[in-house]
């Protein structure tokens, strides 16, 4: 079987549509069509089926696809074993991340891949929901996502995850703020302050539900932002309260928000890298991995005291 149409079978499997696989790889939708069709005929089993106006995958299509990943696996980890002979980690790696993430990481660990021959890396910021950073793989090289401690949010879905760090959520108050003066505080401590909480869907929404659980009471939400800068900006006029990332929050606003841990509750985030597991073969791909994975490791020793 032509390694190329496999390729298309796989791309339909994780898009789902002719006209976004098309989109995808540069071709028409009908050149899309077409290829399945003569994979089909090379297989010798029916691939794909209708459904409404569109195309899904039998379970041969599913099957075939699932051993297309196998081989663009095993093709990258050829020419990544041929680069590392010639010690070239060269090519361009894209690279997706939610804007916190790359605030910490990627100034530090790009200005240290700069002096890498040949790697181009291209960065773009997100901010998605935690259903949809598995999808931006299809798209980018390197996803940098996030998630609760606990929460298998990317199980299942074949892709290659690397750990980078973990980060405490604290809990941001206003300096002039009653509770501002604790070493820490507690679920009851705060259950009854106006909250600035985050869209639904985002991963530290779980955290304002436990506490709820543990002080017995329903938080009052009054605001809901995604971007941290705004977050804090309402914090500091005494608008509210809320779950902030301990590493990269306070920079805008010195000496008007303060940082206290949340005592009895599971409050950190897991910060990793997702990848397409032929991606992660990728001798550049890795190489950028690892210089976001010393990038974290420098973050984390920075906060930790000593």
Excluded at 70 to 89: H, Q
Excluded at 250 to 271: T, W, Y
Aim: glycine share 8%.
């Amino acid at each position: 079987m032509d390694v190329q149409r496999l390729e298309l079978l796989r791309e339909l499997a994780e898009r789902h549509t002719v006209t976004a696989v098309a989109r995808a790889t540069h071709r028409t939708p009908s050149a899309v069509s077409q290829q399945l069709k003569v994979l089909e005929r090379e297989a010798g089993l029916p691939l794909t089926e209708r459904n409404g106006r569109g195309l899904v995958l039998t379970s041969a299509g599913r099957a075939l696809a699932r051993s297309a990943t196998d081989v663009a696996v095993a093709l990258e980890r050829a020419n990544a074993l041929w680069d590392e002979f010639r010690n070239l980690a060269t090519g361009e790696v894209s690279v997706v991340t939610f804007p916190t993430a790359g605030q910490m990481l990627l100034p530090g660990a790009l200005a240290e891949l700069s002096e890498t021959p040949g790697l181009i890396v291209t960065c773009t910021d997100l901010d998605p929901e935690l259903s949809d950073f598995p999808a931006l793989t299809a798209e980018f090289d390197i996803v940098l996502a996030h998630t609760m401690r606990g929460e298998p949010a990317w199980g299942g879905r074949g892709l290659s995850v690397v750990p980078l760090m973990t980060e405490p959520l604290d809990v941001g108050l206003p300096a002039d703020h009653r509770l501002a003066a604790r070493a820490s505080v507690s679920a009851s401590d705060v259950a009854g302050e106006p909250w600035i909480g985050v869209p639904e869907g985002y991963p530290f929404e779980r955290i304002l539900h436990e506490i709820e659980q543990q002080s017995g009471a329903r938080l009052t939400v009054t605001q809901r932002f995604a971007d941290l800068r705004l977050v804090e900006s309402f914090i500091t006029a005494g608008l509210g309260i809320a779950l902030v990332p301990r590493y990269t929050s306070g920079g805008g606003q010195p000496g008007r928000l303060v940082l206290k841990p949340l005592r009895g509750v599971d409050s950190e985030r897991q910060i990793v890298a997702l990848m397409r597991p032929d991606r992660a073969e990728r001798l550049a791909v890795r190489t950028v991995v690892e210089a976001l994975r010393l990038q974290a490791a420098r973050v984390q020793s920075k906060h930790t005291p000593r």
